[in-house]
């Protein structure tokens, strides 16, 4: 496995990082690849989590997301504008639009940006990893 550079130094925590990969690289739904890694990650059983517990889950995860970014308050800014304001989304992330608008309409419209931004966040740039990411295996 090649080594990557973690830049900054500062890691989010293994929670917050499971679950981003999770709605990052997964097929199914944001709300089922969360709980398939929740599920997994806890060893508890997936009908323990509502709806309530996973958006408090999720709104905590996005707290510590941006305590370990680079550079988020433009960027988050920006999203959140574009994502209330539909009609204006397909102009400012065009190539995103077609991936990440589509909503689940299992969850408030808040919730669903984090998901979205979760899933656009910058994981590596240059080869070294940035925003807090790393391996999950890795610990530091």
Known sequence: MREVEIEGGVTMDDLTLGLIY???????????????FLSEYTGTPKE??????????????????LKTADKPAFDVWQYFDAKRQQENFKD?????????????????????????????????KDGVYVNGFRDMEEKV
């Open 92 to 124: 400012v992330f065009p190539d995103q639009h077609k991936k990440y608008a589509e909503r689940d309409g299992k969850m408030d419209i808040d919730t669903e940006a984090i998901i979205s931004a979760f899933r656009l966040s910058c994981v590596q």
């Open 22 to 36: 999770a709605v990052k690289h997964s097929e199914k739904s944001a709300r089922e690849s969360i709980i398939d």
């Open 48 to 65: 323990h989590y509502s709806d309530n517990e996973l958006v408090r889950i999720i709104r905590d995860s996005f707290v510590d997301y």
